[in-house]
T-cell receptor, first 115, second 113 residues
Framework: EAGVAQSPRYKIIEKRQSVAFWCNPISGHATLYWYQQILGQGPKLLIQFQNNGVVDDSQLPKDRFSAERLKGVDSTLKIQPAKLEDSAVYLC?????????????FGPGTRLTVT | GNSVTQMEGPVTLSEEAFLTINCTYTATGYPSLFWYVQYPGEGLQLLLKATKADDKGSNKGFEATYRKETTSFHLEKGSVQVSDSAVYFCALGFNFGNEKLTFGTGTRLTIIP
């Protein structure tokens, strides 16, 4: 079974530029998550999708971050314009509920450096 | 709100030593508890889980017991190997409704031969 795919793996941009990340979840997984992991911290949820609907985006900085999940499969996360403090690893995860239990599977992440 | 507090790292041990990484949590309701591991250059992987009080999760020689009375989920291993060197994250989540995970800050473990 293929895992969660993310691209690119690394990205370096200057502040005020825009950037987009792509995630392809495990086939059949209805729930998709984007987490931000700043160096030395644990991952923090940015947005959660159930199919193509948003379940939780309470911690997404909506003035600069946006995300979509068209057709309930792939997802993109965009930052425009980027700030220095956006330097982090962006993790995508997907999950499937089985009999009330779920498990999140994580992709390798995209490491963003904003200079 | 929900939060997870983890033992500060980094932790350095000799091979075959006993490992404990402390984790305590604060939550409204009855969360599931998880340990995730991140090996160098790789993504997060679920190491073990426990879904209710007194459950013991185990995998690859690691164990953790869900202690509701002390709100703890400490990770233990009796004899560590060099290959266990990684960053370990304690996390909590709920099975219904909003299923996001709340993570601790991570503990970097280095095992020396």
């Amino acid at each position: 079974e293929a895992g969660v795919a993310q691209s690119p793996r690394y990205k370096i941009i200057e502040k005020r530029q825009s950037v987009a990340f792509w995630c392809n979840p495990i086939s059949g997984h209805a729930t998709l998550y984007w987490y931000q992991q700043i160096l030395g911290q644990g991952p923090k949820l940015l947005i959660q999708f159930q199919n193509n609907g948003v379940v939780d985006d309470s911690q997404l900085p909506k003035d600069r971050f946006s995300a979509e999940r068209l057709k309930g499969v792939d997802s993109t996360l965009k930052i425009q314009p980027a700030k220095l403090e956006d330097s982090a690893v962006y993790l995508c995860a997907s999950s499937l509920r089985l009999a009330g239990y779920y498990e999140q599977y994580f992709g390798p992440g995209t490491r963003l450096t904003v200079t | 709100g929900n939060s997870v507090t983890q033992m500060e790292g980094p932790v350095t041990l000799s091979e075959e030593a006993f490992l404990t990484i402390n984790c305590t949590y604060t939550a409204t309701g009855y969360p599931s508890l998880f340990w995730y591991v991140q090996y160098p250059g790789e993504g997060l992987q679920l190491l073990l889980k426990a879904t209710k009080a007194d459950d013991k999760g185990s995998n690859k020689g690691f164990e953790a017991t869900y202690r509701k009375e002390t709100t703890s989920f400490h990770l233990e291993k009796g004899s560590v190997q060099v290959s266990d060197s990684a960053v370990y994250f304690c996390a909590l989540g709920f099975n219904f409704g909003n299923e996001k995970l709340t993570f601790g800050t991570g503990t970097r473990l280095t095992i020396i031969p």
